[in-house]
């Protein structure tokens, strides 16, 4: 699997957007990028997920760059309730089991 | 919505006990998972069901066997709890898109 760098912590005013960015160097061809968070003490929750193209839904957009050697999520109008570990994670499509290695995360303090 | 559920949210057990840990999803998916979460060593796969009665070791099974007889329950089972086996357990099942739902997790202490 390709490796992701992400902050360790990050601040963003309530409100504002919260824009997290991770670097994935070495993604493969196939390698989709996945966002997931965590809120303390709560089960890992999807967000998002890309190839090559920029997406949005309800919760995020995900900005990928045109190498695919980073990217970008991004919480328009951050709440108190943002606050979470966000996780980068880029893993191929594949059939059958798929097993996501979770790294260190960025840390998202959303102060009022 | 995709709901994936655990059957405790916390657990308290004394060593050497057998403890079932239960997952149960609405989204008729193939696959699930049980992971264990740990302070600085983040998510580690335990096993994985990918159909049925079928079932494959993860990276830490030992101490720990699974049961899904039924599609939309996987279980995991402690044969004989240990204090090192406590810890975050985290169910969860495999959508399309290769997108994985967890369940809340169930917090075990094994004293």
């Known amino acids: 699997d390709a490796k992701t760098t992400q902050p360790t912590s990050m601040d963003c005013a309530e409100g504002r957007a919260a824009n997290l960015p991770c670097n994935h160097s070495t993604i493969s061809g196939n390698e989709y990028v996945y966002w997931y968070r965590q809120i303390h003490s709560q089960g890992p929750q999807y967000i998002i997920h890309g190839l090559k193209n920029n997406e949005t839904n309800e919760m995020a957009s995900l900005i990928i760059t045109e190498d695919r050697k980073s990217s970008t999520l991004i919480l328009p109008h951050a709440t108190l309730r943002d606050t979470a570990v966000y996780y980068c994670?880029?893993?191929?499509?594949?059939?059958?089991?798929?097993?996501?290695?979770f790294g260190q995360g960025t840390r998202l303090t959303i102060n009022p | 919505d995709v709901k994936v559920t655990q059957s405790s949210r916390y657990l308290v057990k004394r060593t050497g006990e057998k403890v079932f840990l239960e997952c149960v999803q609405d989204?008729?998916?193939?696959?699930m998972f049980w992971y264990r979460q740990d302070p600085g060593l983040g998510l580690r796969l335990i096993y994985f069901s990918y159909d049925v009665k079928m079932k494959e070791k993860g990276d830490i099974p030992e101490g720990y066997s699974v049961s899904r007889e039924k599609k939309e329950r996987f279980s995991l089972i402690l044969e004989s709890a240990s204090t090192n086996q406590t810890s975050m357990y985290l169910c969860?099942?495999?959508?399309?898109?290769?997108?994985?739902?967890f369940g809340p997790g169930t917090r075990l202490l094994v004293l």
């Open positions: 969860a099942s495999r959508g399309t898109a290769g997108t994985q739902y």
């Open positions: 989204m008729d998916h193939e696959n």
């Open positions: 994670i880029v893993s191929p499509l594949i059939q059958g089991a798929q097993k996501l290695v």
